[in-house]
């Protein structure tokens, strides 16, 4: 092998041959320090030496990185410390040789260090992230990974309790135009480590004092989230032992939920009638109608179909919470009611408005509102439309079992869970009759005989 003294300049001028595949060129002054280039990629120093008969050879470095002699630079303290060169690095190489070791080791050692240091830097960066996370960014996971197992309105009641607010609105907004933040949102910036009990009882105590039932219902779902962090891997360590929410001073802040007693009276159902047919909306007159005629609860009756609707067994399949789906008698005023709705898509009661993205009417609280101020009826909401179908039978005497079945609660006799099954024909003949009596009590007149309006198709 040729021996150059290693400068500067022959170091740069070190190229390989466009026929050759490497070229070496090997310093005077250190034992086995070679410069190696190739075609392919840049110069790099190499050590190469005997060992146990045999040549090894070892990289060192590229020139860019590695100077040639040691020198010496001051630190930020003023410390002065020595760099190490490559013939200096050539020589350690040698020794270790010399005194019987494989000097390939020392670079397996070091590559072993350098990984054990770059996974303890992964380690370290992965738990400071862990611990940066917020509410909101677990909320958001939590929300979509369960999504699949809830209802619309479920979800929609997730999104709400944590959204900021600020969008603008006619109702509900506390005189400001806009929507106020959810309850949840003053705990969604929040380091999720760092949502401890007193955090929650804090902010139960605040919420309670304006909306406290939009706060139980936050509550409860905030519960079940944090639950539901206890046993995620990814957020097990985040979470301390009891879950933060179940205290007994978050509890007592929020209160109980009163026990709600708004029903239409027999002698107001005349009065409730009449302003609700006056709703200038179709389609919203008619929904309040049928939730009233059928005891179903709100959000079953928004979610209506065409398909749902069998006219030739006069049968409504109700999307049910608790069973899954059940299926009701379709009387004769509610078939007369919804045949002369508009079928503009697959929703009964369809929205007319084009910027509308479920398809359907949201749940008209505010003309049902409106309609009950008019009527003089204080405080009945969409349930309690649904609370006042199960009163009203009570003044025919219809067995319980019949209304709870056409309700979807639960049978809770063991003879109604076990023996008694009632075809739609016998669920029929008791409804009709509910639907007859309502409809005496509120004067409205109808031909029940009458075939039920041709279902129009109306241009979106």
Known sequence: MAKIIFTATKIQDHTCPPDKKQAFIWDVTAKGL???????GKPAYIFQGEYQGKTVRVTIGSPDVWQLDDSKRK???????II???????????RMIDQGQDPRSLKADAVEQAQAKATEKAAKIQQEAAQALTVGEV???YVEERRPHWGDLHYRDHIRKAAPGGVPSKRGTRGKGVTSPGPLYSLMALPLRDLTAPVVEAWAV????????????????LKVFLGWCEEQAAYAALM?????????????????????????????????FAAVKGITNPVISAYLQTLLLT?????????????????KWKGITIRDKVEGERVIPLTPYVSQLLAALPRRNDWVFSSASKSSKAGHVSEPNYPHSTACKVAGIDGLTLHGLRRSFKSLTEWLEIPAGVVAQLMGHKPS??????????????????????????????????????EPGKLRVVAG
Do not use: C
């Open 206 to 221: 605040k919420e309670a004092k304006t909306r406290p039932t939009s706060a139980r219902l936050a509550w409860r779902m």
């Open 413 to 450: 006799a063991t003879a109604e869970k076990h023996y008694t099954v009632r075809p739609l024909d016998l669920l029929r003949v008791h409804h009709e009759k509910i639907e007859a009596w309502i409809l005496e009590q509120a004067g409205v007149t109808f031909d029940a005989k009458a």
């Open 84 to 94: 190490q060169g490559a013939r200096s690095k050539a020589r350690e190489l040698q």
């Open 240 to 272: 301390p032992p009891k879950n933060q929410a179940k205290t007994k001073k978050t509890r007592e802040a929020l209160g109980k939920a009163g026990v709600k007693s708004d029903s239409l009276q027999r002698e107001q159902l005349a009065v409730w």
């Open 34 to 40: 070679g410069l190696r280039a190739t075609t392919a």
């Open 75 to 81: 630190t930020p303290g003023g410390n002065e410390v």
């Open 139 to 141: 909320w958001t996971v």
């Open 295 to 311: 005891g179903a609860r709100p959000g079953e009756v928004i979610a209506m179909q065409w398909d749902d609707l069998n006219t």
